[in-house]
């Protein structure tokens, strides 16, 4: 039998395997999601909205660590951006004219998250308005499976809004095919939801007190979708307010974590265990300490 082969085979092997671990952590490392806000300061139109990215939830919950701050409004300052979202793969903005109950809003749509914070390089615009003018859309999602809108009346205090669910991207900005329509607002009425979210895994809502600038926002956290559009089983409750109370947080919204992201893998760790062992193995059958070589003979 020659040896030299049988070296030559474990050695490629030890390199076989060593690459396989190698692409498999790769390939498979959990990816984190990037976040945003969205502020606009309240009862004015003559200032536009602004986009604050974040690089973990807990930044964007609290307002701390910002990683940049984009002023997308390229509808006009006075229809600025009140909303935005993404499934994964499209990016929107919603955008709507402050301090006026006669226009709807509208769906402006991107192919990446630069573009969108940026308002540039459009490649949609839509009316969704299925609510009515006044009771138009002022923020949307999407968990990377459903779609959500919503729904709030301008300039009254009285109602409390609304969030309608989809099954498609197409028929959230449309509007159409509604799934269901909920009433979430455990906040109270006049405090009601102006903004949603989630990551895929997490879910929340934006709370802001209506026409009055003194109150900051409140971003409340929720483990599932049907916590959050019933908003029941609150995880955490949260004033990301770093902009100042009347420059308050209005929207808010993540990249999604895909089903490729949350494969459990061996940790870093486990991995370089289990190459030391792999090494330490074709090692000791040079060795003589395992019968390797006699096994083969």
Do not use: C, H
Not at 59 to 71: A, G, K, M, W
């Amino acid at each position: 039998m020659n040896f030299g082969n049988i070296d030559m085979l474990q050695n490629r092997i030890v390199l076989l395997t060593l690459t396989v671990i190698l692409l498999l952590s790769a390939n498979n490392a959990f990816s984190t999601p990037l976040y945003w806000n969205v502020f606009n300061i309240e009862e004015e139109n003559i200032q536009g909205s602004r986009i604050v990215t974040y690089g973990t939830m807990a930044d964007q919950l609290n307002d701390t660590n910002r990683i940049n701050v984009f002023n997308p409004d390229g509808g006009g300052a006075s229809e600025n951006v009140v909303g935005s979202g993404s499934d994964g793969s499209t990016y929107w903005n919603v955008f709507n004219i402050e301090n006026e109950t006669a226009q709807g809003s509208r769906f402006v749509t991107y192919n990446s998250l630069l573009d969108m914070v940026s308002d540039n390089n459009r490649t949609g615009v839509f009316n969704p308005n299925g609510g009515g003018a006044s009771e138009n859309i002022v923020g949307s999602a999407s968990d990377g499976i459903f779609y959500w809108n919503v729904f709030n009346i301008e300039d009254e205090t009285t109602q409390g809004s609304r969030i309608v669910t989809y099954s498609s991207l197409f028929d959230m900005i449309s509007d159409i095919n509604r799934i269901a329509v909920f009433n979430p607002d455990g906040g109270g009425v006049a405090e009601n939801i102006v903004g949603s979210g989630s990551d895929g895994l997490n879910y929340w809502n934006v709370f802001n007190i209506e026409n009055e600038t003194v109150q900051g926002a409140r971003i409340v956290t929720y483990s599932s979708l049907s916590d959050m559009v019933t908003d029941i089983n609150r995880t955490g409750v949260f004033a990301p307010d770093g902009g100042g109370v009347p420059g308050n947080v209005v929207g808010s919204g993540a990249t999604i974590f895909t089903s490729n992201d949350t494969v459990n893998v061996p940790t870093p760790a486990t991995l370089l265990l289990i190459a030391i062992g792999i090494i330490a193995l074709v090692a000791a059958s040079k060795t003589g300490a395992v019968p390797f070589k006699r096994a083969l003979v």
